[in-house]
């Protein structure tokens, strides 16, 4: 867009003020194709599709220019660097060139050049940032498929703004998210692993399959990005503590669906919305991966990768995938449970309340947990109606609070699936040790708007 004028018109280009949009009698809102418009299937959501690129960039002689693809020529005349870059594999017609007097450093894993172009005094976090790229390409080959470049790249640049983004093996990511963050604090998220994590993830949904340009289209990036990430979080630091990457999600979803101004649409038609892509997004597929397994998901995933991948129009709706997680779906319970996920907006409301802890003559414990259940289904202005509901959700009983401190494995007394239905009931266990917390879904895998009554304190 900053190189070369653009051929043709995009929605991008139309005027996007709603004040403006009205003084000139349009309609207030611009949304995307419905899902079923399937003339919109003839384009993605970027506008292009697939090409080669061959790219030559010349800066000035101490600075080190990147563009994607494998970098055939590199040398210094006349005061110029001049290098060449040329793609092994196909590239949207969306990618970045940058240039700076960066600090490198590589790492060859697998074949595969891994490298952080930084600022020379931002060197804290660069082995986190090749650690991570390392365990993603690993799930991602393992799971999804082969990653289609020979070098991955993450490239700092300056706080003017803080977001990273991912272009065919080269990923520009902000300092202020990842350079200069302070990975000492053993509470806090690890997000510099966790956003490289997203971005590699991007390496195949988006730069491998790219959505239609219609309602849904970001669910087969974003939403698979952060999926992506949160597999690798949680074979890098154990489903005990996934409590913590959950709930941040799940806090950003409440707080800004209430700040909708347009209308809250389901995951499967999100109209670029980022709470909805990203943050109900990631609760919505960790729990699918809990409930259908993870190999399940992931064969699901891999149907629509090998179905569409690099492939011209048609581009893939949102839809296909739901149904391809529908299929892998083997119990009544399961089915619902995608419907629910992914074509309505579901909110539960699941609370601990007042669980006891009672000694037995035998030394044993008699844990007592009444819980009381809800769901509801809303619509996209946010009006709520109650629907019956039946499930198999987890029950946990620990000697420490979930998600808090070093909270993992060793505090769990019990984990396990029981079946809960609306209104209220209780919960039974004898126990060796006594919990000092009980909950239901203690670690938030499902919407619930109100999470922190999940667990409660055992009296
Ligand atoms: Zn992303």
Redesign the pocket.
Same mark, same amino acid.
């Given at each position: 867009m900053e190189i070369a004028p653009a051929i043709g018109m995009g929605r991008d280009m139309l005027l996007q003020d709603r004040a403006k949009r009205r003084k000139y009698g349009l309609p207030a809102e611009l949304h995307p194709a419905k899902l079923e418009d399937l003339s919109a299937t003839r384009s993605t959501y970027f506008g292009g599709g697939w090409t080669t690129a061959d790219i030559t960039v010349s800066t000035v002689a101490d600075q080190t220019p990147i563009a994607p693809g494998r970098k055939i020529f590199d040398q210094v005349a006349n005061g110029r660097r001049t290098a060449r870059f040329v793609s092994d594999a196909p590239i949207l017609t969306f990618f970045s060139i940058q240039s700076a007097r960066y600090a490198e450093r590589h790492r060859l894993y697998k074949g595969i050049d891994l490298g952080i172009y930084y600022h020379p005094a931002h060197a804290w976090n660069v082995d986190r940032m090749l650690n991570a790229l390392q365990h993603g390409l690993d799930y991602y080959q393992a799971n999804f498929g082969p990653y289609q470049f020979k070098q991955a790249r993450i490239i700092e640049f300056p706080a003017y703004d803080s977001f990273a983004? &991912?272009f065919a093996n080269t990923m520009p990511y902000s300092e202020a998210i990842g350079f200069t963050a302070d990975a000492t604090d053993k509470d806090a998220i690890d997000y510099v692993t966790y956003v490289t994590a $997203? *971005?590699l993830g $991007?390496q195949w949904w988006a730069h491998q399959i790219i959505g239609a340009d219609m309602q849904g289209g970001t669910m087969l990036? *974003?939403t698979l &990005?952060q999926y992506s990430a949160l597999m690798v979080m949680k074979h890098l630091y154990g489903e005990d503590a996934m409590r913590r990457f959950l709930k941040f999600e799940l806090d950003g979803y409440l707080r800004r669906r209430g700040g909708e101004g347009i209308e809250e649409q389901p995951l499967e038609r999100v109209e670029n919305q980022q709470y909805i892509h990203y943050n109900k997004g990631s609760l919505v597929m960790y729990l699918l991966q809990d409930r259908l397994g993870e190999d399940a998901v992931n064969r699901a995933l891999r149907s629509i990768l090998d179905k569409y991948r690099f492939k011209g129009a048609p581009y893939p709706r949102s839809i296909e995938l739901v149904d391809a997680f529908r299929n892998e779906a083997k119990t009544p319970e399961d089915k619902a449970l995608v419907a629910d996920l992914f074509e309505r907006i579901t909110v539960y409301d699941l609370k601990a309340d007042a669980p006891t802890a009672v000694r037995r003559k035998d030394g044993k414990w008699d844990v007592t947990l009444p819980v009381e259940a809800h769901k509801y289904y809303a619509d996209g202005k946010g009006n709520e109606k109650e629907s019956a509901f039946a499930d198999r959700i987890a029950i946990g009983l620990f000697t420490a609070e979930p998600g808090r401190g070093a909270f993992d494995r060793k505090n769990v007394v019990l984990m396990e699936r029981r079946p809960v239905k609306s209104g209220r009931q209780i919960f039974r266990f004898v126990t060796a040790q006594k919990p000092s917390f009980a909950g239901v879904d203690p670690y938030n895998f499902y919407i619930d708007r109100n999470s922190d009554d999940n667990v409660a304190p055992v009296g």
């Open positions: 983004q &991912a $997203h *971005e $991007h990036s *974003e &990005a």
